[in-house]
């Protein structure tokens, strides 16, 4: 069965350390991959997107994520943690098949607390 | 240029009754995708319209129905409320132009409903 784990439900970091949040997925094929973060009372914004090509990939506010097709893993990575990091990411896939475009699987989510 | 817009923000119902949720797409974006966030869960797809027809379904009943305009504006129903369907619903919208590269979704904030 088709999976997206973020084995991670809850992670505390020190404001200026760095962050690491896993995902890792289970298709047939490789997926497209993204990671999304969710403050509270918004929605989903997008940092980062994996189609095709480097594996390392570069999104907004500083962040970046790994595509290791060894390991089915997409981890999302930052260097230096600021407090307005503090949010919910969600790791999503998206088939490579026209009929199921745009249809994401995500998975649960990862809480990210950011103290002084 | 307008982003996504839902609306109701906020919504309170008691089991049994039916509820219409409604979605404003991004200017220029003629589809629309419906995911249900659960509380502590990432969302889970619901369906997707393109050119005023379903275009997929996730593993929701038919309960759980939708509507998209003419002007790809669209509206998620569902019928006979259970209480756990008490959760965020996601409207996001995005261009299909072809089926051979994919198009970037825009989610808005969510309506919050309440199931009592």
């Known amino acids: 069965a088709q999976s997206v784990t973020q084995p991670d439900i809850h992670i505390t970091v020190s404001e200026g350390a760095s962050l690491e949040l896993r995902c890792n997925y289970s298709?047939?094929?490789?997926?497209?991959l993204f990671w999304y973060v969710q403050s509270p009372g918004q929605g989903l914004q997008l940092l980062l997107k994996y189609f095709s090509g480097d594996t390392l990939v570069q999104g907004i506010k500083g962040f970046e994520a790994e595509f290791k097709r060894s390991q089915s893993s997409f981890n999302l990575r930052k260097p230096s943690v600021h407090w307005s990091d503090a949010a919910e990411y969600f790791c999503?896939?998206?088939?490579?098949?026209?009929?199921?475009?745009?249809?994401?699987?995500f998975g649960a989510g990862t809480q990210v607390v950011v103290t002084p | 240029e307008t982003g996504v817009t839902q609306s109701p923000t906020h919504l309170i119902k008691t089991r049994g009754q039916q509820v219409t949720l409604r979605c404003s797409s991004q200017s220029g974006h003629n589809t629309v995708s419906w995911y249900q966030q659960a509380l502590g869960q990432g969302p889970q797809f619901i369906f997707q319209?393109?050119?005023?027809?379903?275009?997929g379904r996730g593993n929701f009943p038919p309960r759980f129905s939708g509507l998209q305009f003419p002007n790809y504006s669209s509206e998620l129903n569902v019928n006979a409320l259970e209480l756990d369907d008490s959760a965020l619903y996601l409207c996001?919208?995005?261009?299909?132009?072809?089926?051979?590269?994919?198009?970037?979704?825009?989610f808005g904030p969510g309506t919050r409903l309440t199931v009592l």
């Open positions: 996001a919208s995005s261009t299909t132009q072809g089926l051979t590269r994919y198009n970037e979704q825009f």
């Open positions: 319209y393109y050119r005023e027809e379903e275009n």
């Open positions: 298709y047939g094929a490789t997926p497209y």
């Open positions: 999503a896939v998206a088939p490579m098949t026209t009929d199921s475009w745009g249809k994401f699987q």
